[in-house]
């Protein structure tokens, strides 16, 4: 098995990278091996008796819908390790690791659950369903208000006159008008740079740096006019890291502006690190995402981008692994948790964070909730509050790629895991959540409160019932269409998803069924 781990990683092809980013992206790969490892495993040592895609065969039971011995991660790692001799099902004990039993019950769950590694529909035909989908609250129809988006948007926003803002994490931000679906690129945004790569072992994820992501309007928009935009940026020969490397570095960083028919003008810098603080990591980390409270506070998302020990997450020194936030013009708010402390960014709020995805404001509760990618497992959807520590990389119920359990003590870093505030939802195995609204709309009275939820390698929109801070269930609301990357709702209550695909990235509406061929 180690032997053709190490030839799969000698395979991995990089087109138009320098030597260091060729390394940097070996060592990626490497990082992804487990799930290959399980796959090939599973394939080898279980298929013939539980069928190439869990059917089961005549001399073993299928793996699909109930299991007798429990479904969890742990029951299944506990079924391997040590079988059911009487059910004819070996012990694998002496066979296989901790490790590598630990990242077979992986596979499995996440096979069960149709969660691939492969392609996540990047290649395939995107075909949106002529149906009603049936949930148990609401039926509704897709409808696609925009396509032939660059393939990799990021969000969108919707106006007050009805047309959308869309930004093109590669290209630019582009506005698509309500009346004649008339789409036009913003000129004088900052820079979007679009020389991506992928790995051959994970094509579902892009690579790169100097990317736009979240774009929102200023809660008083009608009134001031000012939209807000999250975006990476990139220099080159611009600290000591960029010149000892001979590459470029960058970071999140968010700035304000308005519109003049289609060029952006009057920007101002709302918030950014230290040119010191930039690095070399890919945006794919970045989080991106901004949100506003009802007391003049804009919160923004920071995830991997640094280096150091753990990627310096837990290190209130720097940027990375961070939900920020600063009052509407820039300034740090008197009452966050670091004002005023020393060595320490005191535009920090929360820290332990991995890869966040999603930020909303509950305007109704006052409360600010987040969803971030855990690794191998170990989505999260989490309540945010000052000062908390939400874990990475000391903890997670997500395995790290090559099947290990994620441990900071293995890191160094001494912790207590009751000091480490857990999810409200852990979504095991990871579906890659992505962007979610709390739904107001009054065309889905009875979503009103719930988290409505994309996803990007399930391909899937959730519907996640939160009451009291408590999760209460999951309704899966469609699957397996296409890698939802953004879900906002318009100030009519028309609640769009942003789907980004090969062939070029949609607007698709969700339209009740009582709405339907008005």
């Known amino acids: 098995m180690q032997f053709l781990k190490l030839i799969r990683c000698l395979l991995i092809v990089v087109f138009g990278l320098s030597l260091a ?75 296989f690791s901790p490790t590598e039993i630990r990242g ?34 609401h039926d509704f129809s897709l409808e696609i208000i925009a396509e032939d988006l660059d393939p990799l948007p990021f969000s969108i926003e919707p106006m007050p006159n009805g047309d959308i803002l869309v930004t093109e994490k590669t290209k630019g931000v582009r506005i698509i008008r309500q009346d004649d679906g ?17 790995l051959e072992s994970r094509i579902d994820i892009e690579r790169g740096m100097g990317w736009l992501f979240d774009i929102k309007l200023h809660p008083n928009y009608v009134e001031n006019g000012w939209i807000y935009l999250y975006h990476s940026h990139r220099c080159t020969d611009c600290n000591e890291a960029s010149r000892r490397e001979e590459r470029p570095v960058s970071m999140n960083r968010l700035v304000r502006g308005r519109l003049d028919g ?6 101002e810098v709302i918030w950014r690190a230290p040119i010191e603080d930039y690095f ?78 999603g930020l909303e404001y509950d305007h109704n509760n006052g409360e600010l909730w987040g969803s971030e990618h855990g690794p191998r ?48 939802v852990d979504m095991t195995p ?20 719930d988290f409505i939820v994309g996803s990007l390698k399930s391909r899937s929109l959730f519907r996640i019932d939160i009451e009291n801070n408590r999760f209460i269930e999951t309704e899966t609301l469609f699957e397996g269409i296409g890698r939802i990357r953004d879900v906002e709702m318009g100030l009519n209550g028309t609640i769009y998803l942003l789907f980004e695909h090969g062939e070029g990235g949609k607007i698709v509406s969700l339209v009740p069924n009582n709405q339907a061929g008005e």
């Open 21 to 95: 980013e060729q390394s940097i992206a070996q060592q990626e790969a490497e990082a992804y091996s487990g799930v290959t490892e399980s796959r090939l495993m599973f394939q080898e040592n279980c298929a013939v008796c539980h069928g190439e895609s869990l059917e089961g065969t005549g001399q073993g039971s299928p793996l699909r819908g109930s299991l007798i011995h429990g479904e969890s991660i742990e029951a299944i790692v506990t079924s391997i390790t040590n079988g059911y001799e009487v059910q004819g099902m070996p012990s694998w004990r002496d066979i």
């Open 104 to 137: 077979l019950a992986m596979y499995l769950m996440e096979t069960r659950n149709n969660v691939g590694y492969v392609t996540s529909n990047y290649d395939t035909d995107f075909t949106l369903p002529d149906e009603v989908f049936e949930t148990s609250l």
């Open 182 to 198: 008339r789409s036009d690129l913003i000129q004088g945004t900052p820079t979007a740079y679009d020389d991506i790569y992928r």
């Open 262 to 267: 289609i060029n952006w003008i009057d920007q």
């Open 280 to 357: 070399f990591a890919g945006d794919v980390g970045a989080g991106g995402r901004i949100t506003f409270d009802n007391r003049g506070h804009v919160y923004f998302s920071i995830g991997m981008k640094c280096g150091g020990q753990g990627g310096g997450i837990q290190n209130l020194a720097t940027p990375c692994g961070k939900i920020h936030r600063v009052n509407y013009d820039g300034s740090i708010p008197e009452d966050n948790p670091y004002f005023g402390v020393e060595n320490v960014y005191e535009s920090i709020y929360t820290y332990g964070h991995r890869s966040p995805q």
């Open 377 to 424: 497992g170990g989505d999260e959807i989490n309540r945010l509050l000052p000062a908390e520590n939400y874990g990475w990389p000391l903890y997670s119920t997500g395995l790290h790629y090559d099947g290990s359990r994620v441990n900071g003590l293995d890191l160094g870093i001494a912790f207590e895991l009751s000091d480490i505030t857990q999810p409200v």
């Open 430 to 449: 990871s579906p890659a959540v992505s962007s979610f609204i709390i739904s107001q709309s009054e065309k889905f009275p009875n979503w009103k409160g």
